[in-house]
Nanobody
Framework: QVQLVESGGGLVQPGGSLRLSCAVPRSILSITALSWYRQAPGNQRDMVATITSTGSTNYADSVKGRFAISRDNAKNTVYLQMNSLKPEDTAVYYC????????????WGQGTQVTVSS
């Protein structure tokens, strides 16, 4: 099972910043979009930010103006820069890749914990 690998989570104070990274295996071809999702205890997994193969981005309303998604094609890595963090941003953050090669496929990482607390 091909899996993405996230890193960069941790504990940060309100108002602080973190940058998450996600290594995307080169074996995953024809990636249409890379996304970050998050899931807090008792909640569903929600999309936070998406970047398409053309570079278009989309954000959840709750993070617009604070988070930025980017990708480094040379390193096959997608990032999530998170600024002005709030306690409600606390969640497990997951990296996701959507591939539309011979068949549409979804790939996930194992998740990284982000805790915003004083």
């Amino acid at each position: 099972q091909v899996q993405l690998v996230e890193s960069g989570g941790g504990l940060v104070q309100p108002g602080g910043s973190l940058r998450l990274s996600c290594a995307v295996p080169r074996s995953i071809l024809s990636i249409t979009a890379l996304s970050w999702y998050r899931q807090a205890p008792g909640n569903q997994r929600d999309m936070v930010a998406t970047i398409t193969s053309t570079g278009s981005t989309n954000y959840a309303d709750s993070v617009k103006g604070r988070f930025a998604i980017s990708r480094d094609n040379a390193k096959n890595t997608v990032y999530l820069q998170m600024n002005s963090l709030k306690p409600e941003d606390t969640a497990v953050y997951y990296c996701h890749a959507f591939s539309t090669g011979s068949a549409a496929r979804h790939y996930w990482g194992q998740g990284t914990q982000v805790t915003v607390s004083s």
